[in-house]
Structures are given as C-alpha cells and as structure tokens.
C-alpha cells in the first residue's frame, strides 16, 4: 500500500509541478526559472511544515508517504533546478545562475523553516 501512497502523491506533484511552471514562466516571461524556483520553495514549506507535524504531532505513515515521500517528491526538483542554472551559466547570463543558486537556495531554507515553525504552533 506505500508504494501505492508514494506513485499517487507522486503523480499529483509531478502534474503540479508542470502545470505551475508553465503557468510561472508564461507569467514572467524571463530566461530565470522563476517556475522551478516557485515549486521548490512550495515543496520546501509543505515538506517543513509535514517534519513539523512529524516532531510535534505524530504524522500517521500514510500520510508521510503520501504527501511527503510522494507529493513532494514530485513537486520539488533538484535535478532541473541544476539543469536550468547550467543552462543560464552555458547562455552567458551568469548573473541569473548565481541569483538562481542563492535564492533557490536561502528561499528554500527560509520557507522550510516557515513551515517547520507552522507546525510546531499547531501541535505545540
């Protein structure tokens, strides 16, 4: 039943994941993956806020596979944030990679952190 729980949730993010970078990049219409930045720091908070949930309140099993192995795991994407900053750095706007780094990065930690500190005002 987990592995069903991990392909559901895992199927939801990935769409999710699409449906919003394209929605992202259509809106923004710059080379920077404003899209894949947007799903990271989402993932980032649903995905602090579960460990919170986890530490604080007892989060059941199901729900961990469902949403935080799965949803999250196909929300969030390392792989094509690393793609999108070698591509910029490739295309000679190199600013844009390091931006990217750095606000994938401290946005990431800031809104994992956010949700980390949801959960614990909720179950604490």
Known sequence: MTLVLVALGGAAGSVLRYLTDRRVQAWRDSPFPFGTLTVNIAGSFVLGFLSGW??????????????????????????????????????????????????????????????LLLAAALWS
């Open 54 to 115: 986890a530490l604080y309140g007892g989060l059941p099993s199901p729900v961990r596979s469902l949403v935080a192995v799965g949803f999250c795991g196909g929300l969030t994407t390392f792989s094509t944030f690393g793609y999108e900053t070698v591509r910029l750095f490739l295309e000679k706007t190199r600013l844009y990679a390091v931006l990217n780094v750095v606000a994938t990065v401290l946005a990431g930690l800031l809104s994992g952190g956010l949700g």
